[in-house]
């Protein structure tokens, strides 16, 4: 039977309560998961250690495992890793860098061999761009690389520099782009712009040092394989090797909280990861060590590399290793970036330590040149006599090392003499 409704009774609202009720459904509630406990957890502490500028618990955070864990946090931590100062306390060199327009300023002698790498970028990620946006990614990539260079023409630009930038491109705000970028060039991977590739080479001769500290037999297995498989990987901070964006700007957490030799422990742990295969392919096939050795292994267990690594670095410290003392320049960013001392360097710092740095490679070469002529002319040294062209020859570095301000102390200069001596008296041998 049908009924009829009456017209609803009014409410009277001030009979209830301004905040709504919440029914309690015990039934379709669900536990707080604790992994997402866990990781809002990790994001306050990172977010405190950014605000106090802790950056001992950064670096502890940025090794634990998924790193500074989003972009939104990296935004925040990476810039305070790269010693990129507030407005507040901007240096005078960098606020004229800021306001110069980099278009004015007249173009870097590697513009060309900038624009053929930026025209292969964005190969990997990311992948949901039309040939619009992907154009127009790569012209930001482009003016982003250019404009550091002329602001900083004494750098030299190397390939798969764009892979290290194409990062920094898709996980800061462009206002911070490029402090970032001239920080990281000049305080991180300094050594891999200046005019030739030794002080790379000399940082991957720690390579073995590590492996011989910590694991002999595989040092041992891999003696006859130069250690120019990690070259990629370490000139590139990875980035060239590792195809994921996710992957990679996770890396990047540790890689600038930690100190720039980290790079090199990183890739000793991956090297360690493969012992197994690495041992059962002979010894005397370098070439096909090369082989499996220059390829990251996949999949890519990066938490456990991480982790590994850390742990080959507090085992084995970089000044304890064979190679530490003479093979790397005083200048390198390898010492300069040890300790918390890197987070407060400026650009001028890092100005001045390229400066050294391209003094001591003429040093060298000047010396290379003179073990040379000593080789070529081994009956005119002879009949000169060797006592005299060591002390003609001990003149002429004291006389250098003199001139070149600020280089050096006592000890590296009587490092520079016996190199020098080292030479000469091979070029009396042969």
Known sequence: MDMMLGPEPETNTADFDEKPIKMEDPIDEKPPDPKDEAAEQKKKEILRACKTRDFAALRTLAASPGGFLTDTIRQQAWPLLLGIPP???TKPEEEEEEKE???SLPPHKDESQVQLDVNRAFVYYPNDQNDTQLSHSKTLLSTLIIRTLRHHPYLSYFQGYHDICQVLLLTLPPALQPAALAHLSLLRIRDFMLPNLHPAIAQLRLL??????????????????EPFFALSGTLTMYAHDITSLGEITR???VLLARDPVFSLYLFAAIVRSRRGELLDIPEDEPEMLHSVLSKLPQPLDLEGLISQAVELEREYPPEGLRGWGRGISRWSVLKTGRGEGIYRQGLEEGREAFEKQVRELEWRERVARVGEVVRRNRGVVRGIGFAVLVAVVGVVVRRFVHHQSGYGGHGERGGMLEYVMGLVGRGWVR
Do not use: V
Not at 208 to 225: A, K, Y
């Open 87 to 89: 407005p507040s306390d």
């Open 251 to 253: 890396l990047f957490d």
């Open 101 to 103: 327009d980099w278009k």
């Open 208 to 225: 073995p040092d590590i492996l011989r500290s910590s694991d002999p037999e595989l040092w041992q297995h891999l003696s006859s394989t």
